[in-house]
């Protein structure tokens, strides 16, 4: 079966820019794929020219069989960065409106957008006007409009930008359950811990360059553990001379619920743990894997501008 995406040596750039760079992503059907990297990384610029909204300088573009996301528009959601709906318009009768637009029937679109508004919490407000919705109420529009059609493909791109933690862990549960019934989804993030919970594959883009595609457990496989969590067994004791003295920790700091280890490059975990347990016995005791984030800077080094780095 074909892939759900492939970028072939994607280029784009504006002006004297270069904003993706010999981009190549294969995406199977069916996976969840998250695209990572600081704020103007290229992220949205590449999926704009995965949907055919911008050209490509150089490259091929093939979505879900086609040389272009044009011929494949009805089995295909996107939620913009840019949000929008239509502010005069009825909150089901713009949803009906895309949902038309998707290849629905009239009925088919009405019956799908009022049982979408209970799923995510808003039944009483089909007949309000969409300029009467909080920006959070008006995302939640949005992305029914992006899923209406029970798409064969999602593109997300910052998707829970803005949302509150409710509708944030809502949105995700929403998108979980998109994935469980076999849409492919792809969705782009610059919070890191966010593809971290979600997603299976990760693609790391950094200065319009992929620097990482990978499983999320190759990529933890690749990378050894940066730190130990020790719990003290009695809470009142302060750090052990002992433990102060293993070769094996370079930095020992209080955080919530006991203490973080970090780690020596090269320590043997085994034989720290074992030390550890002896030296200063604990109620808990678990290795630390670096997060995203970490990995990331690791991979870039400090090479963030400002603004990439807010």
Request: with cysteine; hydrophobic share 45%.
């Amino acid at each position: 079966m074909n892939p759900a995406i492939e970028l072939i040596g994607l280029e784009k750039s504006f002006g004297p820019k270069q904003a993706v760079r010999d981009l190549h992503l294969t995406v199977p059907r069916g996976a969840l794929y998250g695209i990572i990297g600081p704020n103007g990384a290229g992220k949205s610029t590449s999926l704009r020219m995965l949907l055919s909204i911008l050209l490509p300088d150089r490259g091929q573009v093939r979505v879900l069989g086609f040389d272009s996301a044009l011929k494949a528009k009805d089995r295909i959601g996107y939620l913009p960065e840019e949000r929008g709906v239509y502010r005069k318009m009825g909150v089901a009768d713009f949803l009906l409106h895309m949902g038309v637009l998707k290849g629905l029937t009239r009925s088919e679109a009405r019956q799908r957008a009022l049982d979408w508004l209970e799923r995510v919490g808003l039944g009483d407000v089909a007949r309000k006007r969409c300029e009467e919705l909080s920006k959070g109420m008006q995302q939640k529009v949005q992305f029914i409009a992006a899923v209406i059609h029970t798409p064969e493909l999602l593109i997300l791109d910052e998707p829970f930008s803005g949302l509150d933690p409710v509708n944030m862990r809502l949105l995700k549960s929403l998108i979980g359950a998109e994935h469980a019934r076999g849409c492919t989804v792809l969705f782009s993030t610059h919070v890191m811990p966010q593809a971290e919970a979600m997603c299976e594959h990760i693609v790391m883009i950094h200065q319009g360059r992929k620097v990482l595609d990978d499983t999320l457990a190759g990529i933890r496989a690749g990378h050894q553990p940066n730190a130990m969590l020790l719990e003290p067994l009695d809470p009142s004791s302060g750090v052990p001379e002992g433990v102060r003295a293993l070769p094996a920790l370079v930095a020992i700091d209080a955080c919530e619920g006991g203490y973080r280890l970090a780690l020596a490059e090269g320590a043997d975990l085994s034989a720290t743990f074992a030390a550890l347990a002896q030296a200063w016995p604990p109620a808990r005791l678990e290795v630390v894997r670096p997060s995203l984030e970490d990995i990331f800077i690791d991979i870039v080094g400090t090479d963030l501008s400002p603004e990439q780095a807010a």
